[in-house]
């Protein structure tokens, strides 16, 4: 027995068959239950528990049809919806497919109603409201005529209106005049009445992405060990890898799917830079993959099936061997950036790119090797002086000049202090006020004009309070700095000299 | 005692393992890149290379030398350098700088930055990016001293690099040496930088103190005081300056303009 908190009262939110024969029903309070059944038990139920396991369930049944969904929004718990569109064969037929996938699931211990229907709400209506069934096309109407009300889906408030006006099955509802039910119940109630019949396209959203590419082969015997995960997988990149070349395609995503045998699935995706068909690849990313995962990987109590599954697939054609061709390597650059992205992180492998602005934090961006394009270039001047190292965070530095807007004289940086014998500088850059949040206003309003003796004051114009941009508050100074020993350093002054504050010094980076 | 021949033949393993004992890094090592005598001697690709400094705030001194190495080995069948980084330390030794790199002279294009968790992937990445046939160097920023990067690490360094053609060069930063398979230790200092045209009172190109503490270059020399070019390394000895007149900037100049309406100038 499982309750609920709903509006401040503990309502049951599911029971057992026995509570249900001893006259409980689903929605009624918890102390009235207890009163009826003093000796049932009763808990909390876990809402996302409840999610997370169905979810589980819904991954772990893509090992029966790729295209699986949890319809969560009818009913207390979620549904489990299976797009078995040609898929069936493989069980040997509908029928023998439906006993299947009940068996493996009552053989865990769960009460389970399942039916294969024409359309999602009828299958939903039967699994709920008859008994387990496979039903077919052409009685799909005389089924569902003979089912009640509620298993179209509905609002309680939907069922107990139609209950009032005497429709308790569907035959009745269907043939009355639909303006009326809908001005009265809704559009949904007619929606899902379509959708049952199969007069209206329901679709389902499936958990994982639909895969059109992919191997996979089941095991008789659950296997546990990540070298043999490995190898399987390397297995199937060969037939995939064939496939592909057959088509002319390569792929950029390479996901793995691992069933467990206690209906877990574990994921395991890499990318490659450029598509990419090689087994001996595909296989190594994997296996890097997987070592960066060495505590977590958990094969349960074994896995019994592995599907290795290809996305973004795009055009690659046959590659020559010339016997002139120089091998510039771009090839092998691509794979060891690959081979490092999938141990190492895709964040871990980076280029730069330039980005065409003065700001010298912004100008250089780094960006994962694995989408790094050759955009046009930006690069900035080369006329320009900059650090070979900048530190991501300016460092604040106490800096001694001999006249204000003067070469700095001496400066302490963690600690340390130098003497700076010879400078350059200073190269102004100043912020760039189109990215500030504030707004520049270019024109300041005009003052009211004093009222005319006999006019009325008009009111003045309604500006919006903005705050003037502040130029000068994050204009800097950049000074390249050489000490005695021959350190470079760049530094920066914010802010310019006032009287009333004196700007801050800051080290940006180092030079060679 | 023996035979004469047998004489003969010990003297000559003598004299083998002597030449080895002697310079044991070049006994795998390939020869120079550059020994035309004018320039600085730079060595080939495939070898495990140390760059020690003193101190961490002297990294950009020493990436800068490093790099300048890294661009000589660059070829168009092998078009890259890696450099590695302990993610942790990027504050503290800062980030290879793009437009930075352009003003060095080295091309951003051609350095993948890694940025790695702890020593073992550190090792792992240098390990992966030198045997790829398209890098060039591999060069590893490591601002601590870990335990993991002892003899037998470099030796497998080493040995990885002599192979595949790929020279390794190791920063590192303190005055503690530890036993290493490195082929070439540098300690690198940086040195007051080249006076700029027209202004006295500006740093200029970079310049180096290197001392080569292990191995042994063609000239037998160990000391250097390098300058920077746009081509590359030139020696700027007391005992070489002859060899270079046209190379320095004039002192004897003009007097500076005012600061004030200055820009800075290419190096």
Redesign the interface.
Known sequence: MLYERIKGGLRLAAMNPQAAQAGLRLGQNLADARAMLPEMTAREIDRPLLTAAFADFADWHSNASPLVAVLGDVSAFGDLVLDITGVAHLFGGEHAMLRTLLARLRALGYSVAGAIAPTIGAAWAVSHFARSQVVADTDLAQVLDALPVGALRLTPEQIAGLTQMGLTTLAPLRPRERKPLQARFGLSLLTRLDQAYGMLEERLTPRLPLAERYAERRFPDPIGLLDDVLMTTRDLAIQLGLRLEAEGLGAQAFHLFLYRVDHKVMTLSVNSARPSRDPDHIAKLFSHRAERLAGEYDAGFGIDMIRLAVSSVDKLDGTQLGAFA????????A???D??SS??GA????????VATHI?ER??R?VP?MVHA?GPKT??G????????????PEPIAINAEVPD??PASMI??R?SYRIT??????RLGAEWWRSGQRLQLVPPEPPRPAKPGETPRPPPHVPRLERFNPSAVTRDYY???DA????FWIFREGLYHPDASPVWYLH???? | MGTPDRQQRLAALRDAIADIERKPALAEARPLLQADGAGFPLPAGGLLQEVFTDERRHAGAALGFALGQARSLLTPSRPAVIYLQLAHEAQEMGLPYGPGLLSFGFDPAALVLVRVANMTELLWAAEEAIACRAVAAVVADIAGQHKLLDFTASRRLGLRSASAGASMLLLRYGTGREASAAHLRWRITPALSATRRFDALAPGAPRWQAQLEKGILDNQQTHWLLGWTHHGFIIRDAANRALFPAADAALSGPVPAPLAHRRPATA
């Open positions: 120089t091998p510039d390597g771009t090839d092998d650059l794979q060891l950036q081979r490092m141990r190492l964040m871990a492998v980076l280029r730069t790119q330039f010298p100008a250089a780094l090797a050759a690069e900035p080369p006329d320009r002086v900059r650090p070979l190292r900048l530190l991501p965070v003067g070469l940086w963690r340390i010879r400078a350059s500088g200073p190269e390249i700095a050489e020993m021959g350190r470079r980076g180092l030079f060679a």
